[in-house]
């Protein structure tokens, strides 16, 4: 089924001996366990359903000294069984768990009334009726309360009907498309080596994938894997209890905390902005306070510091920093807890916003706050708006908006859509890449590029255009695909046209205008005088007209700055072709047929060869047909 339930309440309470009766299998595995009777480590159990289906339980200690388990393994369920004794009723560990099971947003769970065997009937309905006092105006209201006993089977088959109900009606999570699992065990099993488990989080992982473990950033074939305790399966989907047996990991390399995921998927940060509630009793949170956080199965010490104010108050909300003395694996929208560092004790929690980022200066706190509020908010235009605004030119792409955010990709490239159509952004598409820029950037920059055009059709009136890459060296500041997009969207506007290899102003004249043919003809009259030795530019006075017409394939450029017309080299090929035939020709042959020095010969045998007009072959020459 793909649903993890997860055991909250107070030591003794009977947790464990629920979760077995339920299962047939004990959770509890550690010797030490076994010997002291109480849950020191998680303990993981499956309970098969009548259709088939599994339902995970991670059954949590009770004991105020493995807190840090219990949230370890509490971070990760869809829904609660929360074990409350008859005999005893709430007591503090209750209440801590509730309190982690709410910060971490897991609200949706049911409460066993356990040990009914050892009180009569009025004190089971005082005990209930207290619970549905404390649970009265919270999220926890209205949560169902069953009266059972692990020892004489007393509603058991009730609550195990419940259980199957709560898992159903919360449904199998999100797959996802990135793989990622929180681990929270470590084991070396003799035959295998290291073995890691955790719950799937999001994603989809096979046998033979590669997996990143992060911090560390090693990367690890899966060689095999187990999930729900199943061996032999070949595929885990997000919400499974998944072992994996990962090539060539060791047991030193990894610990409770780490993460495995799709290679590129997760960073290690060393800060966090997030949102915080502070429980009613809890002392204020002052700045610089030093703090013990909880997320995913992790647990590192950090400096809290708030956004908006020097504190905040208990009972109330707010925006707080965190310096991580140690960085963890941490995306925007994964949810944490905080606990004290003396006395340890929960003392809030909430959703982590945004990952990596630099500290809080009090003069940029407002600003900060904004940004917190769209981040809060899912006001999803007003974060892309801001993040294209501190791009600038560089743009977004949709894959670092997806990643920088807790946001789905179709949820950013909708709300960017509209913001196209509203004329804020454009939208460029290059490969599989998708990138956003401002509308203001990308319009200035085309009117730059056509301002390039026209000082260029100005000064060179006689020039078919600009060579393809000269766009890139106008736009040289901006990123490729941004003035690629440029120049195909003046392209297609119908402001630039292409011509052969050249581009041009749509309204620029293809002719030479009549206006310069007298200076044209000028200069291929100049030209021509040079006859088979050819003419050198520096003989030329106007090298700007001249720079045009060899563009425009009316003269030619020999090697060393040397023009000839086209008419005289297209009629010299010719005459070659019909005196040397299929046989080809030397150089010292073409120097004796066209009456030149062996340097100007070497220039034509070099340019015939430049015009794929012939080819060489050792030391001939052979004209193609053409």
């Known amino acids: 089924m793909g649903v993890i339930v997860g055991t909250a309440g107070h030591i003794d309470h009977g947790k464990s001996q629920l979760v077995k009766y339920l299962t047939g299998s004990d959770p509890d595995r550690l010797k030490e366990e076994k010997e002291r009777g109480i849950t020191i480590e998680l303990g993981y159990v499956f309970m098969p359903t009548p259709d088939g289906g599994l339902i995970s339980f991670i059954d949590v ?66 005990v209930e009726s207290e619970i549905e006092e404390y649970f009265e105006d919270s999220v926890f209201s209205g949560t169902p309360v069953y009266r059972v006993s692990s020892m004489t089977g007393t509603g058991m088959e009730e609550i195990r009907k419940a259980i199957i109900s709560l898992a159903e009606e919360t449904g199998q999570r999100q797959t996802g498309d990135r793989f990622r699992l929180d681990i929270d065990r470590v084991f070396v099993l003799e035959g295998f080596g290291t073995i890691i488990a955790g719950t799937a989080i999001s994603g989809i992982v096979s046998i033979g994938d590669e997996l990143e473990l992060q911090p560390g950033c090693g990367k690890y074939r899966v060689r095999s894997m187990s999930v729900n305790a199943n061996k032999g399966v070949k595929t885990g989907v997000a919400g499974d209890r998944i072992a994996l047996n990962l090539v060539g990991l060791h047991k030193d390399d990894v610990q409770r905390g780490s993460c495995v995921a799709e290679p590129g998927y997760l960073r290690v940060k060393g800060s966090l902005d997030t949102t915080l509630t502070l429980l009613e009793t809890a002392k204020p949170l002052k700045k610089y306070q030093r703090v013990r956080l909880h997320t995913g199965t992790a647990e590192v010490m950090a400096r809290a510091v708030p956004v908006e104010a020097d504190f905040i108050s208990p009972g109330t909300a707010g925006y707080v920093h965190f310096q991580l003395e140690t960085p963890v694996v941490a995306l925007p929208g994964d949810k944490y807890v905080v606990r004290n560092y003396s006395p340890v004790i929960t003392i809030g929690g909430g959703r982590i916003l945004e990952a990596g980022t630099r500290k809080v200066r009090k003069k940029y706190a407002p600003e900060r706050t904004t940004h917190l509020i769209a981040l809060e908010s899912g006001d999803i235009e007003s974060l892309l708006e801001e993040k294209l605004e501190h791009s600038g030119i560089e743009g977004i792409t949709l894959k670092d908006a997806e990643k920088s955010t807790s946001l789905a990709a179709d949820d950013i490239l909708n709300t960017l859509l509209e913001m196209e159509k509203k004329g804020r952004v454009e939208l460029v598409n290059e490969g599989s890449a998708h990138h956003a820029v401002r509308k203001i950037q990308f319009d200035k920059a085309c009117e730059r590029l056509v301002s390039g055009f026209v000082r260029h059709h100005e000064k060179n009136p006689v020039s078919p255009g600009l060579q393809l890459t000269e766009p890139f060296r106008i736009l040289k500041e901006y990123p490729r695909w941004f003035s690629k997009a440029v120049v195909n969207r003046l392209v297609e506007s119908g402001e630039l046209e292409r011509r052969e290899a050249w581009l041009a102003l749509t309204s620029h004249h293809r002719e030479i205008p009549s206006v310069h043919s007298e200076a044209v003809d000028g200069v291929i009259a100049r030209v021509e005088t040079g006859e088979n030795m050819g003419l050198s530019l520096a003989d030329c006075q106007n090298s700007a007209l001249v720079k045009a017409l060899v563009e425009r394939g009316m003269l030619y450029e020999l090697t060393g700055d040397v023009l000839v017309t086209s008419e005289r080299a297209e009629a010299l090929i010719g005459k070659v072709k019909e005196r040397f035939g299929e046989s080809g020709f030397s150089l010292g042959e073409l120097r004796d047929f066209l009456d030149v020095s062996r340097k100007v010969a070497l220039k034509w045998a070099d340019f015939f060869d430049s015009r794929g007009w012939t080819i060489r072959k050792g030391d001939k020459r052979f004209c193609k047909q053409f």
């Not at 105020?64 to 005893?88: H, K, N, P, Y």
């Not at 560990?93 to 409460?111: A, F, K, M």
């Open 61 to 126: 200690p009770g004991h105020e000294s493995f807190i840090r388990q219990m949230v370890a393994g509490t971070a990760t369920v869809d829904c609660f069984l929360l074990v409350v004794a008859a005999d005893e009723g709430i007591m503090p560990q209750t209440r801590e768990h509730l309190d982690i099971l709410r910060l971490l947003g897991v609200e949706n769970g049911i409460v066993a009334l356990t040990k009914c065997d050892l009180v009569d009937d009025e004190m089971q309905e005082l």
